[in-house]
């Protein structure tokens, strides 16, 4: 028996308005018909993990209200220059349609995008109450775009350019802020080569009282930074520029002071060139800072720990590997709270090390920091012991990304695979989200990533296993997983056309330096229309060249879109049947 | 890329045979993977789901025997190629055997790592060192140390210049580790020149560099000014002394900067403002200038108008 208990929609919507999670909103949706409908003239936020999965038309006729949108380019793999130039990304058509169509629109959040000046005018003209303009990783524009958002958006509360690669034309753009501009609330300007002009930069801070997070770029001199805090000592968040100038007792207590001004300071970051004796300038306020971003600052252990054994509450530190094992000791001793660390090579392309950080260093951490969480570590030696000590003492982790410079590095100790070690980790780690494998590796630690990787979702693969077995046993045994990204593996095109279904609960799979066939990616692409297969490679059509030929590059991803149009010379996207068979009907 | 390979018998023996196991010629076992490539590959089955039991737990030390897996052929294979993996063996990272159904042997160039070890050096700085992409940094990340693998040594160091064992430039206004290239442009010249200032010390350098830049054109003026101005070549040997006509130049010349001269070098800074060149001590001029320009002297009021 079957009864209609329906609220008015208002109600609904009311209700749904306090539902924020992505993934219950669209399980909201799913419930039938008429909450889908309401679901849908309510959803603010929409988040796109794959900006080639679905088209701009379809998202905004789905959604006509939306308000912020969050977009991810190209795959994570693009970082370390794996994906040619040119291959894609544009946001320039999703700007174009929400210009036209969603005048509301508050709030854009792109991710390795490509981005034009022209798109950016467009923004600034086309949404009167834009907000918040987030540019991570991405590339394509100037300054000027920046002046034209600086210029344009009365209401801007954010703008963040967070590792962009910003083609930087004139500091001037800063100035095209009107006087009248007050409500800043989070600059990032971190990634930027030239100077801003600093006086424009200080009558901005001196007019906007809602400033929370400031990230200044290198340029900025450090003897002009007690001058520029002054204005904002609200600041929660602060990015310094370079850390040194020429040593004088005034320059040092003005910088002592404008710290300690900023009562509400808990994370720092910058330090570019430090100077060792400018250090002790943030002492004072070492014991609020929750965030410590350290990754450029090339000073030494004995710094470093005087430093960070200050910052008891410190949750999240970046740190360069100068911080060897002692350092990390130190910081295991003082920072009970640590729920992120991450720690980058000084020299990567060194053929020795030149440091003393070993895997004692993250041994230690694990051992002395109960809530760790997320570990990123780059190192020269790695034990099977280490990594089962590790999983042993932090079964809490989500996040494992270990990487040991060297490709196929067995365990020093034994010289055996660290297959093993790795098994523990996923073994323990029961909620470990996101992996990243290195050192010597055998089909064996994906047997082990399938049997215990239940909540994976990313997991990123280098230079390991041995068959097709190993991509297998990932493909077929990690149940959430949804970004898998291989380079130089021997996989081929059996456990991929084995698998060929899991392909579509996944975003995308990346392969690159392995071994899948022409035929296999034609194949997969002709039995999968929900699948854009595309094959990357340079050297030319793999038409010319035999079938069972590896491609250069795989990357496939689920799309409701079709293929898309974008694509440059580099890549195919393997045809589907049904539009082969309209092929053969013309 | 790919190359056709001549199986050893070994590789045959380790071949995934559909038919009943026995000695097959290499063509039929190509043909009969030719055939399987045709039916679909989707209903490939090869993969039964093996799941390893509790009792085989990651434990310290070394590999685990594999007991949980059924006794295919295939395991066989897996245990042979553990077993040939061990014994570091190599193969050509390229080859792909014809037969796709032949899962392919680690190739395992082993490299060990220890600082103390017999370096196969060459493999070892090629792997990791023209490795496309690895280690997996952004590239700003890279180049943070110096080259020199010496730590930093401590201490206060008195000048923001000079900082031992930094490659990258300490101008915080110029990410690369080279020069410090400013425009510089001189009125009438279309054409603009770049100068690196990081390469000079003083101001008296830079000018004789921006003499250099410009001589040609600056000889010209100087001629054509000179001739307007002198109507014979009674200060002037037309035809000839190389030296004379020299130190006329640099007489013209080195009044660049002194202001006495004809022309002035003025600078834009950090802050967008035009400065003349000289006021500040010169490191100071460096860390803002942002690009140069030689004006006329006689522009200078004009100069000076704009500003107000």
């Given at each position: 028996m079957a009864y209609t208990f329906s609220f008015p929609e208002e109600v609904l919507e009311h209700v749904f308005s306090f539902i924020e999670s992505e993934k219950d909103r669209s399980a909201i949706s799913l419930v039938c018909k008429s909450w889908y409908e309401i679901e849908r003239w309510c959803r603010r936020r929409v988040f796109v993990g794959n900006c080639y999965a679905v088209s701009p038309v379809m998202v905004i006729k789905r959604f006509p209200e939306l308000r912020s949108i969050a977009l991810k380019g190209k795959p994570h793999f693009a970082d370390f220059n794996l994906v040619p130039e040119g291959w894609g990304g544009y946001v320039c058509p999703w700007i174009a349609a929400m210009a036209?169509?969603?005048?509301?629109?508050?709030?854009?959040?792109?991710?390795?995008?490509?981005?034009?000046?022209?798109?950016?005018?467009?923004?600034?003209?086309?949404?009167?109450?834009?907000?918040?303009?987030?540019?991570?990783?991405?590339?394509g524009f100037t300054t000027d775009g920046l002046a034209a958002i600086a210029a344009n958006c009365r209401n801007l509360k954010e703008l963040d350019?967070?590792?962009?690669?910003?083609?930087?034309?004139?500091?001037?753009?800063?100035?095209?802020?009107?006087?009248?501009?007050?409500?800043?609330?989070?600059?990032?300007?971190?990634?930027?080569?030239n100077e801003v002009s600093l006086s424009a930069l200080e009558r901005l801070l001196g007019r906007c009282p809602n400033l929370q997070t400031l990230r200044l770029n290198r340029a900025v001199p450090l003897d002009r930074l007690p001058n520029?805090?002054?204005?904002?000592?609200?600041?929660?968040?602060?990015?310094?520029?370079?850390?040194?100038?020429?040593?004088?007792?005034?320059?040092?207590?003005?910088?002592?002071?404008?710290?300690?001004?900023?009562?509400?300071?808990?994370?720092?970051?910058?330090?570019?060139?430090?100077?060792?004796?400018?250090?002790?300038?943030?002492?004072?306020?070492?014991?609020?800072?929750?965030?410590?971003?350290?990754?450029?600052?090339?000073?030494?252990?004995?710094?470093?720990?005087?430093?960070?054994?200050?910052?008891?509450?410190?949750?999240?530190?970046?740190?360069?590997?100068?911080?060897?094992?002692?350092?990390?000791?130190?910081?295991?001793?003082?920072?009970?709270?640590?729920?992120?660390?991450r720690v980058f090579p000084s020299d990567p392309f060194g053929l020795d090390p030149n440091v003393a950080l070993t895997e004692q260093g993250l041994v230690s951490v694990s051992e002395g920091c109960p809530k760790l969480q997320s570990v990123l570590y780059f190192c020269r030696q790695m034990s099977n012991a280490a990594l089962y000590t590790i999983a042993r003492n932090r079964p809490?982790?989500?996040?494992?990304?270990?990487?040991?410079?060297?490709?196929?590095?067995?365990?020093?100790?034994?010289?055996?695979?660290?297959?093993?070690?790795?098994?523990?980790?996923?073994?323990?780690?029961?909620?470990?989200?996101?992996?990243?494998?290195?050192?010597?590796?055998?089909?064996?630690?994906?047997?082990?990533?399938?049997?215990?990787?239940?909540?994976?979702?990313?997991?990123?693969?280098?230079?390991?296993?041995e068959s097709d077995l190993g991509l297998h046993h990932v493909l077929s045994g990690c149940d959430n997983l949804r970004k898998l990204e291989i380079?130089?593996?021997?996989?081929?095109?059996?456990?991929?056309?084995?698998?060929?279904?899991?392909?579509?609960?996944?975003?995308?799979?990346?392969?690159?330096?392995?071994?899948?066939?022409?035929?296999?990616?034609?194949?997969?692409?002709?039995?999968?229309?929900?699948?854009?297969?595309?094959?990357?490679?340079?050297?030319?059509?793999?038409?010319?060249?035999?079938?069972?030929?590896?491609?250069?590059?795989?990357?496939?991803?689920?799309?409701?879109?079709?293929p898309r149009l974008d694509m440059p010379g580099f890549v195919w996207t393997m045809e589907d049947d049904s539009s082969l068979r309209l092929e053969s009907s013309r | 890329m790919w190359q056709r390979s001549h199986k050893s018998s070994e590789e045959r023996k380790l071949e995934l045979r559909l038919g009943p196991p026995g000695?097959?010629?290499?063509?039929?076992?190509?043909?009969?993977?030719?055939?399987?490539?045709?039916?679909?590959?989707?209903?490939?089955?090869?993969?039964?789901?093996?799941?390893i039991s509790s009792s085989d737990k990651p434990g310290p030390g070394g590999v685990m025997l594999s007991s949980a897996w059924p006794s295919t052929s295939y395991h066989q294979h897996q245990a042979k190629a553990k077993a040939s993996f061990l014994q570091l063996q190599s193969c050509p990272k390229n080859m792909i055997v014809i037969g796709k159904?032949?899962?392919?042997?680690?190739?395992?160039?082993?490299?060990?790592?220890?600082?103390?070890?017999?370096?196969?050096?060459?493999?070892?700085?090629?792997?990791?060192g023209s490795v496309v992409g690895w280690p997996p940094i952004r590239s700003f990340r890279r180049n943070i140390a110096s080259g020199s693998t010496s730590k930093l040594p401590s201490g206060s160091h008195q000048h923001q210049h000079v900082v031992p064992g930094k490659v990258a430039s300490t101008e915080p206004s110029h990410n690369s580790c080279k020069g410090l290239f400013v425009k510089i442009n001189m009125d009438g010249v279309p054409i603009g020149r770049k100068v690196d200032i990081n390469a000079y010390d003083s101001y008296e350098q830079l000018s004789s560099a921006v003499d250099e830049l410009f001589r040609g054109l600056l000889?010209?003026?100087?001629?054509?000014?000179?001739?307007?101005?002198?109507?014979?070549?009674?200060?002037?040997?037309?035809?000839?002394?190389?030296?004379?006509?020299?130190?006329?130049?640099?007489?013209?010349?080195?009044?660049?900067?002194?202001?006495?001269?004809?022309?002035?070098?003025?600078?834009?800074?950090?802050?967008?403002?035009?400065?003349l060149v000289g006021d500040v001590p010169w490191h100071m001029f460096v860390s803002t200038v942002k690009r140069l320009r030689v004006l006329k002297r006689s522009d200078l009021p004009a100069f000076t108008r704009e500003l107000t």
């Open positions: 036209c169509a969603l005048p509301c629109l508050e709030e854009i959040r792109l991710k390795r995008m490509v981005i034009t000046d022209e798109s950016l005018e467009l923004v600034a003209k086309s949404f009167k109450n834009f907000k918040v303009l987030v540019l991570t990783s991405c590339e350019l967070q590792e962009s690669e910003v083609e930087d034309l004139s500091g001037h753009w800063l100035s095209h802020f009107p006087d009248s501009y007050t409500s800043l609330v989070s600059l990032n300007i971190s990634c930027l080569g520029l805090l002054s204005r904002c000592p609200q600041l929660v968040e602060l990015g310094t520029g370079v850390y040194s100038t020429e040593l004088r007792p005034e320059v040092f207590s003005n910088l002592e002071a404008a710290f300690s001004g900023c009562k509400q300071l808990k994370s720092l970051s910058g330090f570019w060139d430090v100077l060792p004796s400018y250090l002790p300038a943030v002492y004072p306020i070492c014991s609020r800072l929750t965030s410590l971003n350290l990754s450029y600052a090339t000073i030494q252990t004995y710094d470093l720990i005087k430093l960070i054994s200050q910052c008891r509450n410190l949750l999240r530190l970046w740190v360069l590997d100068y911080i060897e094992d002692a350092g990390l000791y130190a910081l295991a001793a003082s920072c009970k709270d640590l729920r992120e660390l809490n982790l989500t996040r494992f990304r270990l990487c040991i410079i060297e490709p196929r590095t067995p365990d020093y100790i034994t010289r055996e695979p660290l297959d093993s070690g790795f098994g523990a980790i996923v073994e323990h780690c029961k909620d470990l989200q996101r992996l990243s494998l290195s050192g010597l590796l055998t089909d064996r630690v994906f047997e082990y990533i399938g049997t215990y990787g239940k909540k994976l979702e990313m997991l990123s693969v280098a230079f390991a296993g380079r130089d593996c021997p996989f081929g095109d059996k456990a991929l056309l084995a698998n060929a279904a899991k392909l579509e609960t996944m975003r995308s799979l990346w392969m690159s330096s392995c071994s899948v066939s022409y035929g296999a990616c034609k194949l997969l692409g002709q039995k999968m229309p929900r699948l854009n297969v595309e094959v990357i490679d340079e050297r030319g059509p793999p038409d010319s060249r035999p079938i069972s030929c590896p491609v250069e590059k795989l990357y496939i991803y689920r799309s409701i879109a079709g | 000695e097959e010629s290499l063509n039929e076992s190509i043909k009969k993977c030719n055939r399987e490539r045709n039916e679909s590959p989707l209903t490939l089955g090869y993969f039964s789901t093996q799941k159904d032949v899962p392919k042997l680690c190739c395992v160039e082993n490299k060990t790592f220890s600082p103390s070890s017999e370096n196969t050096t060459v493999s070892k700085r090629t792997a990791s000889l010209e003026m100087n001629l054509s000014h000179i001739a307007s101005s002198h109507c014979c070549s009674g200060q002037r040997d037309s035809c000839g002394d190389g030296n004379q006509k020299k130190q006329e130049e640099e007489k013209a010349n080195t009044g660049l900067l002194v202001g006495s001269g004809e022309y002035t070098l003025v600078y834009e800074d950090n802050e967008g403002d035009r400065m």
